[in-house]
Each structure stands twice: as C-alpha cells, then as structure tokens.
Nanobody
Framework: QVQLVESGGGLVQAGGSLRLSCAASGRTFSVYGMGWFRQVRGKEREFVARIGWVSGVPYYAEFVKGRFTISRDNTRNTVYLEMNNLKPEDTANYYC??????????????WGQGTQVTVSS
C-alpha cells in the first residue's frame, strides 16, 4: 500500500500563491506516477496535473497551464503543486493520487485525504 498525506492548503487572496505538498510512504518504489485533482462539493472531481515518478515529465489541465507547476522530489517521496496567480474559481479540495501500475495515468490506485484551498476575491 501507499499512504498519501497532503498539506499546504489554506486561504489566500486572488492573485496569491500556495504550494501544496503530498508526502508518500509505503510501497513508493511501485509508483509509476502521481497526480493532483480537485473537487468542489457537489461537483465532479477534475484533473489538475500529473507527473511521471521516474521521468519527471509533467502534464497539465488546460485551465492551469502557466499558473501551476507540478514537481517531485524522489529523495523525499514528495510531490508538489506550486500554484500562482490563484483565482476564486480555483477554490476546491485538492487531492493527490498515486498510480502503481502501467495503467497510469488512466488509473490511480491510492488517494490522499485532501487539503482545502480557498481563494477570496
């Protein structure tokens, strides 16, 4: 199993920045890739960004390109999401997830509990 713990969420004004962290533990040697998703209560969860665990190659949802940056530190088993120029519509609960099989990024096997990001206008 892989355990994921997110941190770094909070309240920020529009135009501000936050950096989310996702610390992985357990069978991290089995991770193919990691992703960040977000969800607003009452709406479907949406993909934000992902990164290959070994390759480090990132991929972003169109609506965050140029504002968010995903990165990983394999020595710390941690994935980051740097969020700049935040907008009120970025308000959501942000989750990280890990894919442990070659089905990644099509499938994520483990999910964190989430960290709330609130952007005020």
């Amino acid at each position: 199993q892989v355990q994921l713990v997110e941190s770094g969420g909070g309240l920020v004004q529009a135009g501000g920045s936050l950096r989310l962290s996702c610390a992985a533990s357990g069978r991290t040697f089995s991770v193919y890739g990691m992703g960040w998703f977000r969800q607003v209560r009452g709406k479907e969860r949406e993909f934000v960004a992902r990164i290959g665990w070994v390759s480090g190659v990132p991929y972003y949802a169109e609506f965050v390109k140029g504002r968010f940056t995903i990165s990983r530190d394999n020595t710390r088993n941690t994935v980051y999401l740097e969020m700049n120029n935040l907008k009120p519509e970025d308000t959501a609960n942000y989750y990280c997830a890990a894919g442990l099989t070659r089905n990644w990024p099509g499938k994520y096997n483990y999910w964190g509990q989430g960290t709330q990001v609130t952007v005020s206008s």
